[in-house]
């Protein structure tokens, strides 16, 4: 009896500790105590971000994800700009910034500038009436496309060096889109709008080449995961004994 009583209290010792060396390791498991004793020990140099790392395999992943999404972004999608152009604000830039040298209404007087009622898809320098300047009438071979006029409207004299017409440019994309909608407008059977989709095909085409690259990128990089896993798997159980040899 007093052997047993004995071992009972042992017992209960024994499982005490235990559950207290469990409580102990507890918040370790919670908040990384592995990436907390190390930092103590190597003066905190792993970053958050390292540690995540550390821990969890697909962080450069999702880095190399960002980066391949960037260089897509800032291709200017002409179509898409054109489909969403507003022809209220392209009249009131026309308004405010064109109507000084140009008239848009049909069979308008010329000023400093030619008409422009019925300029989309015409070839350039299109009014006989009007008197171009040398370096505008010798690309009369050319035509108003959508893509032309964004061209020229973003800078007219870097679109046609030597250009009488002196404007800076509209240099805000929706700007151009909104006016050359305006001019569309005032266009008898204006050409379509270039499809939205026929840009962001091509950069979705990229995208998806850029995808197709990152796929077998993925599937190399779930491997080495697997491959990581079972590591993990081996060196957990490895490391809390080694921690808890470090208290003790
Ligand atoms: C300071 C006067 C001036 C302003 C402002 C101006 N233009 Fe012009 N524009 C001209 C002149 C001059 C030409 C002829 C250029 C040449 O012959 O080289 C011209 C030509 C053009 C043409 C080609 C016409 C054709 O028959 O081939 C278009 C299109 C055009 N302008 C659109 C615009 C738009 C849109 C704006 C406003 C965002 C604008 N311009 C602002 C003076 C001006």
Redesign the pocket.
């Given at each position: 009896m007093g052997e047993l009583g004995l071992n009972k209290i042992f017992g209960a010792l024994l499982a005490t500790a235990l559950g207290l060396m469990a409580l102990m390791q507890l918040p370790g498991l919670v908040f990384g105590g592995e990436a907390a004793h190390h930092g103590e020990e190597h003066g905190e140099e792993q970053t958050l971000s390292q540690k995540m790392c550390g821990q969890f395999h697909y962080c450069v992943e999702i880095a190399e994800a960002a980066s391949a999404g960037g260089p897509a972004e800032p291709v200017f999608d002409l179509g898409a700009a054109l489909a969403a152009a507003d022809v209220t604000r392209g009249e009131r830039?026309?308004a405010g910034?064109?109507s000084?040298?140009?008239t848009i209404t049909p069979g308008g007087a010329n000023?400093?500038?030619?008409n422009?009622n019925n300029?989309v898809g015409?070839?350039?320098?299109?009014?006989a009436g009007?008197?171009?300047?040398g370096?505008?009438?010798a690309t009369s071979g050319e035509v108003?496309t959508y893509e032309n006029?964004n061209d020229?409207?973003k800078s007219?004299a870097g679109y046609?060096k030597?250009?009488?017409?002196?404007?800076a440019g509209?240099k805000k994309d929706a700007d151009r889109a909104n006016?050359?909608a305006y001019?569309a407008a005032n266009t008898e059977n204006a050409p379509a709008f270039p499809a939205p989709a026929a840009v962001p095909e091509a950069t979705e085409g990229e995208a998806v080449a850029a995808e197709g690259e990152t796929v077998p990128a993925e599937g190399e990089a779930v491997p080495a995961e697997g491959e990581a896993a079972p590591a993990e798997g081996e060196t957990a159980p490895a490391e809390v004994p080694a921690e808890e040899a470090v208290p003790t």
């Open positions: 830039i026309f910034q064109c000084t040298c140009h000023g400093t500038g030619p422009l300029v015409a070839p350039h320098a299109h009014l009007f008197n171009y300047s370096a505008m009438a108003w006029l020229w409207l007219p046609i030597g250009t009488s017409m002196s404007f509209l006016v050359i001019l």
